[in-house]
């Protein structure tokens, strides 16, 4: 089963408003365990970066003058994340953002029930309980040291073991491996060549054999 969990960092709180997507982080897990492959971009917005959104992610609009637009990336992503199910912490407000950038490319939106949204899940899970990234993070004593601002991949790989946690799989495979079509074919060969191992009945158990046989009345062996 492969998943994407997936951040985003962006200008402001509403694509509405004028906002941009300005960073995007994208994380593949193969049976919910990450499988190394990743999309990370950081974009020009076309616009000012207000100083409220960059004290939370640290990037200001001299660092984003030099990236690629959206729509220079959005082949890339799209064909990252494919059809798989997203894994997203709120995910009403980024695939809101992802989606109105796909709209200025008259590019399909992204469905949000094709989304697995773990902030709602921890709200479910943990009714009246702190429901952030940190809190979770916390929670599952998981290391978000070097978080002190927020940033799209480095999210994404808090959240993909926040997610684990919060669904139970943290050993989802119990360290089994895949048993090849070879590894069989193997295993019949030695046992093919293993000689039959003899059990003779001790003196003692053919006495007691007798003596059984002699209680017998009408033995099945006997009858026509």
């Known amino acids: 089963m492969r998943e994407i969990v997936l951040d985003t960092e962006t200008t402001g709180l509403n694509p509405n408003d004028g906002h941009r997507i300005i960073e995007l982080g994208c994380l593949e897990l193969i049976n919910h365990l990450p499988s190394g492959r990743t999309f990370h971009s950081y974009f020009n917005p076309e616009r000012e970066v207000p100083f409220a959104a960059t004290e939370i992610h640290g990037l200001t609009w001299d660092d984003l003058k030099g990236?690629?637009?959206?729509?220079?990336?959005?082949?890339?992503?799209l064909e990252f994340i494919a059809n798989d199910r997203l894994v997203i912490h709120n995910a009403?407000?980024?695939?809101?953002?992802?989606?109105?950038?796909?709209?200025?490319?008259?590019l399909t939106s992204i469905g949000l029930d094709r989304a697995v949204d773990t902030l709602k899940i921890a709200r479910q899970k943990y009714p009246g309980a702190p429901a952030s990234l940190d809190a979770l993070c916390r929670k599952f004593s998981i290391n978000n040291a070097m978080r002190d601002k927020h940033g799209a991949l480095l999210d994404a790989d808090l959240l993909a073991q926040v997610y684990v946690e919060l669904i139970d799989a943290r050993q989802p495979a119990l360290g089994l491996s895949a048993v090849t079509a070879g590894d069989v074919k193997e295993i019949r060969s030695v046992n093919?060549?293993?000689?039959?191992?003899?059990?003779?009945?001790s003196q003692e158990e053919l006495l007691h054999h007798r003596s059984l046989l002699k209680k017998l009345t009408k033995p099945i062996w006997l009858l026509e």
């Open 192 to 201: 093919a060549h293993r000689q039959p191992r003899v059990y003779a009945p």
């Open 67 to 77: 990236q690629p637009i959206f729509a220079h990336q959005v082949d890339l992503f």
């Open 92 to 106: 009403e407000f980024d695939l809101g953002f992802l989606n109105a950038e796909l709209g200025r490319l008259n």
